[in-house]
């Protein structure tokens, strides 16, 4: 990787594995420009960051076309205009690391050089009539002219024909196939076998099968500790609020302790009594 290019510290999807190979991302920037026939692997550089929000996105990509174009993609499967905020946020960033590397000086008066921008969702989830481009003028503020606007395009269609729809295909067969045998390790190599036998990701699967199964799985246990960590924040909050309720309830005086909890099931006649010793104590 070239010097002052930032590393990858987060883990593989398929999505970054895939274009994390330059003749492959090669391949995406001729999806998305088709007219332009003369761009080689060596003009095009991942520039792709941590994600700005959170650490465990996996489908971020960041790339640069020479010094004339800079080009960030995100893949989702859910949808929401909070993307465009997302983008926006990446895109700053990915300018802040940009004028770093070419130690261009914001506070000079010499107007800094800085590559057009271009923001692209790639939709692989269902939903139906899908927006072609989506802005932050027009899904937050009404269409108003603000200080600062955003606007991303989205690629949603399912086709042989590009690396894009290709990835489209395979994520929605594997939505399919994981539909049918949950987070298994069967659910992956289904969703391989199909995508080999139509021709989708072909050569890309032949090459890196054991890969992209370890790195499936890895995000299934991934995915299993975050449902684990988001129920002991849910059980934790609704724990305080029933405590707090409980308070309440016991101060006042006009309820036994039986009554409250029914009137508060997350917490057990035992723990009452606790709480109840504890306010008299206070009290």
Same mark, same amino acid.
């Given at each position: 990787m070239a010097e002052g290019i930032p590393k990858r510290k987060i883990k593989d999807s398929v999505f970054t594995n895939l274009f994390q190979d330059k003749k492959y991302l090669l391949q995406l920037y001729q999806a998305l420009h088709p007219?332009? %026939? %003369?761009?080689?692997?060596d003009e095009i550089k991942d520039i792709t960051i941590k994600h700005v929000?959170?650490?465990a996105d996996y489908n971020d990509l960041g790339f640069s076309v020479g010094d004339r174009l800079m080009v960030l993609v995100e893949s989702q499967s859910t949808w929401t205009f909070n993307i465009i905020i997302r983008a926006l946020m990446y895109l700053i960033q990915t300018y802040h690391n940009y004028f770093k590397r070419t130690n261009q000086n914001l506070y000079g008066s010499k107007k800094v050089n800085m590559p057009k921008p271009e923001l692209y969702v790639i939709f692989t989830g269902d939903r139906k009539n899908i927006p072609e481009t989506i802005s932050l003028s027009k899904e937050f503020f009404d269409g108003a002219k603000i200080a600062i606007d955003a606007e991303v395009k989205v690629l949603y269609q399912e086709t042989k024909e590009d690396i894009i729809g290709q990835y489209i295909i395979f994520s929605k067969v594997y939505n399919e196939q994981r539909t049918q045998y949950g987070n298994t390790k069967q659910a992956i190599?289904?969703?391989?076998?199909?995508?080999? %036998?139509?021709?989708?990701l072909k050569e890309y699967l032949e090459s890196k099968e054991q890969e992209v199964v370890d790195m499936m799985m890895t995000?299934?246990?991934?995915?299993?500790?975050?449902k684990a960590y988001t129920k002991d924040i849910e059980d934790s909050t609704a724990k305080e609020t029933a405590r707090e309720t409980?308070?309440?309830?016991?101060?006042?005086?006009?309820?036994?302790?039986d009554e409250i909890?029914?009137?508060?099931?997350?917490?057990?006649?035992?723990?009452?009594?606790?709480?109840?010793?504890?306010?008299?104590?206070?009290?």
């Open positions: 007219e332009d %026939n %003369n761009v080689t692997e929000l959170i650490d190599t289904e969703t391989i076998r199909i995508c080999k %036998n139509r021709d989708i995000l299934f246990d991934d995915e299993q500790i975050l409980a308070e309440k309830l016991i101060k006042k005086g006009k309820m036994s302790l909890a029914d009137c508060v099931p997350a917490l057990s006649l035992d723990e009452l009594k606790i709480i109840e010793a504890e306010v008299l104590q206070l009290t």
